[in-house]
T-cell receptor, first 114, second 109 residues
Framework: DAGVIQSPRHEVTEMGQEVTLRCKPI?????LFWYRQTMMRGLELLIYFNNNVPIDDSGMPEDRFSAKMPNASFSTLKIQPSEPRDSAVYFC????????????FGSGTRLTVV | GENVEQHPSTLSVQEGDSAVIKCTYS??????FPWYKQELGKGPQLIID?????GEKKDQRIAVTLNKTAKHFSLHITETQPEDSAVYFC????????FGAGTRLTVKP
């Protein structure tokens, strides 16, 4: 298995532009999580899905952030419009059942908003 | 919701010494406690985990202990090696997983 695949690995964009981050979870996993990592705030859970349905999006910072999971093998995290304070590493993780099992993380997308 | 605190934030040890990282959690419903290792430029990787019905678990040089009454758990690395240098995260899971702030471990050769 190729693991959790995220793209792009790096993204540099100008303030105000739309940014879309992509994630392919491990085949067979039914839970998917989006995390943001910064030096100041550590690993923050943004949103998670069970069986493609968003369960908890209370960690999404504001309406500029949105996430979708149209099928079991693909998810996106969109920021529109982007701001410099959105600069961070965004991780996607997946697991089976969502509770009581370790998560497998992707390699992350390093986002820089200038 | 769950709140996980982790200490220390940085830890420097000599090669061959032991390293201990401690975490506390707040949600008594949490029943799964994994530990992750994150190397530079990579995502966190699961290295060991423990469930609430177990007090201790060991895997070669790594061991975890859990005290449910006190709501704390610890990671122990023995005979540390330079390749153990990384950031380590504890986590606690009830409905979703919450992470500690991380410990940057440096093993000096």
């Amino acid at each position: 298995d190729a693991g959790v695949i995220q793209s792009p690995r790096h993204e540099v964009t100008e303030m105000g532009q739309e940014v879309t981050l992509r994630c392919k979870p491990i085949s067979g996993h039914n839970s998917l999580f989006w995390y943001r990592q910064t030096m100041m705030r550590g690993l923050e859970l943004l949103i998670y899905f069970n069986n493609n349905v968003p369960i908890d999006d209370s960690g999404m910072p504001e309406d500029r952030f949105s996430a979708k999971m149209p099928n079991a093998s693909f998810s996106t995290l969109k920021i529109q419009p982007s701001e410099p304070r959105d600069s961070a590493v965004y991780f996607c993780a997946s697991t089976f059942a969502g509770q009581g099992y370790g998560y497998t993380f992707g390699s992350g997308t390093r986002l820089t908003v200038v | 919701g769950e709140n996980v605190e982790q200490h220390p934030s940085t830890l420097s040890v000599q090669e061959g010494d032991s390293a201990v990282i401690k975490c506390t959690y707040s949600d008594s419903a949490s029943n799964y406690f994994p530990w992750y290792k994150q190397e530079l430029g990579k995502g966190p990787q699961l290295i060991i985990d423990i469930r609430s019905n177990v007090g201790e678990k060991k895997d070669q040089r790594i061991a975890v202990t859990l005290n449910k009454t006190a709501k704390h758990f610890s990671l122990h690395i023995t005979e540390t090696q330079p390749e153990d240098s990384a950031v380590y995260f504890c986590a606690a899971s009830a409905n979703d997983m919450r992470f500690g702030a991380g410990t940057r471990l440096t093993v000096k050769p």
